[in-house]
């Protein structure tokens, strides 16, 4: 018995090693990702907001928090600087759209309607299309060209007498562009709802079935269902929804860019921080790199504290389920 002991006390450091040796190829190359490709570069943007360009020596120089004084001064001086900041910020009240839309769909198709399957085939159709395709028809719908096959909302718009030119002529026009705004919120909740359905739907077909008899036995109606059983119940997801939501500000650029066809409009009122970066980065000077860090700072803080703020906000509504 001694020498099994021994014997067992010998092999264990090996058996160990190997495992750790196993353990540790298969975090090495994701923990090299993370420390090159975003811990990096995130420190080195950073540090970039409070640099400036010293052309005499042709390096980056301490400069303090003059960047941002400079970025603040700009938001008064520069009307289409805050224009693009505030069109950042729509991404919040269009993915709330999404949310409560999906909610509702998604709750309709937790009660097994008749042709479930089907609808949610077409739900989700357009998650499944690119979408590059997806703005080319839903800008063929706008589309007028006299003499020419007209698109479907051009043709509606024609007949019920509003002087509509086309799509391209009515982004330069000042007087429609809330209105440009609107039909671009709306194809953002089309082209997203179908994986938020999906979503909802899936987190209430996980609520026992017990849960809902027994609220159906005391009475409990279609809506007091809804609000008062289910959504607290899926409040986990509908938190990791919004916080995804409020993270999605500073990616908010290709729906806008590829609706106007690369236009930010006058006064860059379709602009939006990402859209700007993603404009500028590519020929940007050592010199604009300061400036360019200073505004993606600036959107991360406010993104940060929005992220924060919602998180602490759903982990106090959220109930402590498990199922």
């Not at 999404?98 to 739900?123: D, P, Q, W």
């Not at 999906?198 to 609520?207: D, E, Y």
Request: net charge positive; glycine share 4%; proline share 5%.
């Amino acid at each position: 018995m001694v020498i099994s002991d021994r014997s067992q006390k010998v092999k264990t450091p090996r058996k160990n090693l190997k495992r750790n040796l196993f353990i540790f190829s298969l975090l090495i190359v994701p923990l090299v990702h993370f420390l090159v490709f975003w811990l990096y570069i995130k420190l080195e943007t950073i540090s970039l907001a409070f640099m400036e360009w010293d052309y005499f020596s042709n390096t980056y120089k301490f400069a303090g928090i003059d960047n941002f004084i400079e970025q603040f001064r700009q938001f008064k001086a520069r009307p289409e600087t805050m224009n693009m900041f505030k069109n950042a910020f729509r991404a919040i009240p269009i993915n709330l759209a999404c949310l409560v839309l999906a909610v509702i769909i998604g709750y309709a198709f937790s009660k097994h309607i008749r042709g479930e399957r089907i609808f949610r085939a077409i739900f989700y159709l357009p998650s499944m299309i690119s979408i590059v395709i997806q703005t080319l028809c839903y800008r063929y719908m706008f589309t007028y060209s006299p003499g020419m096959l007209q698109g479907p909302a051009a043709e509606l718009l024609r007949m019920l007498g509003v002087n509509y030119n086309g799509w391209e002529t009515a982004l330069n026009d000042p007087v429609v562009i809330s209105r440009i705004w609107w039909l671009i919120s709306i194809f953002c909740v089309w082209a997203s709802a179908g994986i938020n359905i999906i979503l909802m739907s899936s987190a209430m077909s996980r609520i026992p079935e017990e849960v809902i008899e027994s609220a159906k036995l005391d009475g409990v109606g279609f809506w007091r269902e809804l609000f008062q059983i289910n959504i607290p119940l899926i409040m986990p997801t509908v938190s990791v929804f919004l916080v995804n939501s409020m993270m999605a500000v500073s990616a908010f650029y290709l729906q806008p860019m590829l609706l106007t066809g690369n236009s930010t409009g006058p006064g860059s009122v379709y602009n939006t921080v990402g859209w700007y970066m993603f404009n500028i980065a590519p020929k940007a000077q050592d010199s604009d790199m300061p400036l360019i860090s200073t505004i993606g700072f600036i959107l991360t803080v406010l993104v940060s504290v929005l992220v924060i703020v919602v998180k602490k906000v759903t982990d106090k509504l959220t109930p402590d389920v498990d199922f």
